[in-house]
């Protein structure tokens, strides 16, 4: 167990520097890819398609700790999500998860599948809905459609993906959804 934790703590580490070196040498960071393949599940921009669907594997059930832990570290103290008492009497009747917390839950579910080790930076949200409320105990999993693909004007080893994730309970209700837009690099040479 302990080398497992000190693996991934050197990977993190050798991360950092990897994307810290991107804007100077796309190299480096190609090859810190090459060097955890087994880690790198991430697809590059010449492998995503617009109309694709990547329906994740990874799901989550979601716990009070999750939403309470989540609530305090942003320091959101919105009675809806860590005051039971208070949530009771809404019309809701119980405690709602925090929509952040749904959010990037949705986000990293995607992650594993799309962009791991092949992005080199989020550039926008846009069009972030909640249909439906999240509580302690649902079970989120989430598909994610290609928008659209373009290459960069400016820098040729990268592109503009366009992503909807869409984040579903345990009922096959819509409870997130987010067009998402990442610059991603090209599949070296």
């Known amino acids: 167990m302990m080398f497992t934790v000190a693996a991934i703590s050197i990977r993190m580490v050798y991360h950092k520097c990897a994307v810290a070196k991107l804007s100077a040498d796309a190299y480096q960071f190609t090859q810190f890819r090459q060097w955890e393949d087994s880690a790198m599940a991430g ?10 669907v990547i329906k994740h594997t990874l ?3 979601v716990t009070e700790s999750d939403n309470m832990m989540f609530s305090v570290m942003t320091l959101n103290p919105q009675p809806l999500h860590i005051d039971f008492d208070f949530a009771e009497k809404s ?5 709602l998860v925090n929509s952040l917390f749904t959010l990037g839950l949705m986000i990293g579910i995607s992650v594993h599948d799309t ?3 092949t992005t080199i930076g989020n550039l926008g949200m846009t069009e972030t809905v909640f249909p439906h409320p999240v ?4 079970t989120i999993r989430v598909e994610t459609e290609i928008k659209s693909v373009r290459e960069s004007k400016s820098k ?3 592109g503009i993906v366009e992503f909807e994730h869409r984040a579903y309970n345990q009922d096959n209700v819509l409870v997130a959804r987010c067009v998402r ?5 090209k599949k070296p040479a």
């Open 115 to 117: 962009t791991l080790g």
């Open 59 to 61: 799901r989550k059930s």
């Open 135 to 138: 509580f302690h105990g649902d």
């Open 181 to 185: 837009q990442a610059m991603i690099l």
């Open 156 to 158: 040729p080893d990268r």
């Open 43 to 52: 697809l590059y921009l010449d492998e995503f398609e617009p109309g694709m």
């Open 91 to 95: 019309e809701w009747g119980k405690p």
